[in-house]
């Protein structure tokens, strides 16, 4: 038997408007509506319209159609704060599949951010807040877990294991699996009970990034024909992992691709197998028992042909921003300022530093497709300046505490010691 396990992934970050040396203490509206590039709301709304909206619905109908059919998702809080705020017509979709009961909501980092490779005390904290605002907005508690970019070691399974998940999500590395099957579930090593479901790649990646590829041999995709390739692991394999972005259905493939029609007669084709069957992670960890356990000895994400951290640590500017943001964190949360600790969280979201990739060819395309900069350099000064700003913020804050006039931040001194 061949259980089907779909998760998507669904993000949306607070992008950062145009920023210049000017505007260095004198604005803090980091994350406001400015040019239509980088509109929050207007961005926000057009993936609802094009993606969201059109394929919750297309879900709810194919839950309704067959009681079999499971899906899972990982929601950010950031993207959850902006359907709060911008379209709260997308939340209610989401609540609709919840409501099914057949839809399994994941945890993971509230700010979509790299927390765990500099603080595990704030990486923590996001992983808390996430679970207050799942619980918040429907009612559920995760039990399964997803870091930021699929990124994954042991250090981060044993990690979690010690927080109370039972499984997490995980890529497929071939550097890592070697000649071992993605197909089936694995454990941690020398851990008491934590699963790891890992990613199909090529038969996901065949949906979320080949799909409209007219110059891929096996252009058009039909949904008979990739069922007959899930089917085809059956005796080989326990489960299949169909991981991907949810903006892969109506905006990176867009409607004229036949990207919802193909969804739509997925489900029927893949039952046509009498040893098919769905799942959600929490079903697919619990029917199976782990293969092997698995070791990752270094961090692996789902990002790029290394499938690495270099998407958002390869070059000097991304290391250094990265080093600035996290260096704040001490500084940031003895204001006791919301906004402050607010804005500074939302700076620590992944996407900041993925614009600041330099890498070429079809991976720097990719790149260059998300950013809504000109330049990975643009994008690099346009966040150091408001990094500058947030730090003469926090300078006033812990003067006004203290009553004494602005002195160097805690990090500062150190650094200078």
């Known amino acids: 038997m061949s259980s089907i396990c779909f998760y998507f992934h669904v993000h949306q970050p607070y992008r950062i408007r145009k920023y210049t040396v000017k505007d260095i203490g004198s604005a803090s509206n980091y994350f406001?509506?400015?040019a239509?590039?980088?509109n929050n709301k207007a961005i926000f709304n057009k993936v609802a319209q094009k993606c969201y909206l059109p394929t919750n619905k297309l879900l709810l109908k194919l839950l309704k159609r067959h009681p079999e059919f499971r899906i899972s998702f990982s929601i950010t809080g950031?993207?959850?704060?902006?359907?709060?705020?911008?379209?709260?017509?997308?939340l209610q979709s989401f609540r609709d599949l919840i409501d099914t009961g057949r839809v399994e909501i994941i945890g993971e980092t509230y700010y979509h951010s790299l927390s765990f490779l500099y603080s595990k005390k704030e990486f923590n904290k996001q992983v808390e807040l996430h679970l207050d605002k799942i619980s918040e907005l429907f009612k559920v508690t995760p039990t399964i877990f997803r870091n930021t970019e699929l990124i994954y070691s042991d250090e981060l399974g044993k990690h979690i294991e010690e927080m109370g998940y039972k499984g997490i999500l995980a890529e497929g590395a071939d550097h890592v699996l070697g000649w071992r099957s993605p197909n089936f579930v694995y454990s941690l090593p020398k851990g008491n009970h934590l699963k790891l479901l890992l990613k199909n790649y090529t038969l996901s990646d065949d949906i979320a990034f080949r799909f409209s590829d007219k110059g891929w041999k096996e252009h058009p995709l039909s949904a008979q024909k990739f069922a007959q390739w899930v089917s085809s692991t059956n005796g080989a394999g326990q489960v299949v992992n169909l991981f991907m972005d949810y903006e892969t259905f109506g905006e990176h493939q867009w409607e004229d691709t036949g990207i919802f029609d193909f969804m739509e007669y997925l489900p029927a084709e893949l039952m046509k197998h009498p040893d098919n069957d769905f799942v959600t992670p929490s079903e697919a960890i619990t029917r199976y028992?782990?293969?092997?356990?698995?070791?990752f000895p270094h961090y692996v994400s789902w990002a790029?042909?290394?499938?690495?951290?270099?998407?958002?640590?390869?070059n000097a500017m991304q290391y250094d921003a990265l080093e600035k943001i996290h260096a704040l964190e001490e500084d940031v949360l003895s204001t006791e300022d919301p906004k402050l600790i607010r804005d500074w969280r939302?700076?620590?979201?992944?996407?900041?530093?993925?614009?600041?990739?330099?890498?070429?060819?079809?991976d720097g395309d990719v790149h260059k497709y998300f950013s809504p900069y000109e330049s990975p350099y643009e994008a690099f000064i346009n966040f150091m300046n408001v990094i500058q700003d947030l730090k003469l913020r926090v300078e006033k804050s812990l003067a006004k505490k203290i009553d004494i006039k602005p002195m160097p931040l805690a990090t500062e001194i150190r650094l200078n010691a």
């Open 32 to 34: 406001e509506e400015d």
């Open 36 to 38: 239509l590039d980088r």
């Open 78 to 90: 950031v993207l959850l704060e902006q359907a709060e705020e911008f379209n709260p017509e997308v």
């Open 289 to 295: 028992d782990s293969f092997a356990e698995l070791t």
């Open 304 to 314: 790029d042909i290394e499938r690495d951290l270099s998407a958002w640590r390869s």
């Open 346 to 362: 939302r700076l620590t979201t992944s996407d900041h530093f993925y614009y600041m990739c330099t890498k070429w060819f079809n």
